[in-house]
């Protein structure tokens, strides 16, 4: 298990719950403020995601060093940030002779000629984290579609990507902190699987 790296906040975000708040606002609120649990056990894709998760420790990793060039990674790496007010597990944090450093993240997903904002924003966060706990510039990241025949992709980052991580998560401080209840999502066909339809008005 990789040590942890930075210090616990009594107040902070993971990157699951700005990908929750993406989905819809109100996830948050039902589930952070009023405490009602999510029972992800009975969700398909959030199973499988756990299982890969699981699995890819087993495998060999070496190519992912070859394919990018990077000079050393650590593996499932616990972060946090006081000044960003979040945490959250790196599933690798990669080096590069450059002085640079990158999160990768694995996702039982299939690839798409596009970055999913979730994704995304899931990459901003854990590069913030990587830049306030080692202290090195982080200019992109990577993900691995595991549906996909483990296809690797690069992210590069935008200024307006940390900008918009920023934004969220004092989103979802305010949520979690004051009580907030927030719009729904624009999206009806969101509504469809979630387990907070029936009591969402």
């Known amino acids: 298990m990789s040590e942890k790296k930075g210090v616990m906040n009594a107040v902070s975000i993971t990157p699951t719950e700005v990908i929750e708040y993406l989905f819809c606002p109100r996830f948050i609120y039902f589930e952070q403020v009023l405490m009602i649990p999510e029972h992800q056990e009975l969700r398909y894709k959030v199973l499988m995601g756990r299982e890969v998760h699981e699995r890819k420790v087993k495998v060999n990793r070496e190519y992912v060093r070859k394919k990018i060039g990077c000079v050393d990674k650590e593996i499932s790496v616990y972060l946090s940030s006081l000044k960003h007010k979040i945490r959250g597990v790196v599933d690798e944090v990669l080096s590069f002779s450059d002085g640079t450093m990158a999160p990768l993240e694995y996702k039982f997903a299939e690839y798409r000629p596009y970055i ?33 025949k483990n296809l690797l992709r690069e992210v590069v980052f935008k200024p307006s990507d940390f900008d918009n991580a920023t934004r969220i998560i004092e989103e979802i401080l305010r949520i979690v902190q004051n009580g907030y209840y927030p719009k729904k999502t624009g999206s009806r066909a969101k509504c469809i699987d979630c387990c907070y339809k029936n009591i969402c008005v």
């Not at 999913?116 to 691995?144: C, D, M, W």
């Open 116 to 148: 999913f904002k979730t994704h995304r924003s899931q990459l901003t966060l854990e590069a913030l984290l990587i830049q306030e706990n080692y202290e090195k510039p982080v200019k992109k990241g990577f993900l691995v579609y595991v549906r996909s």
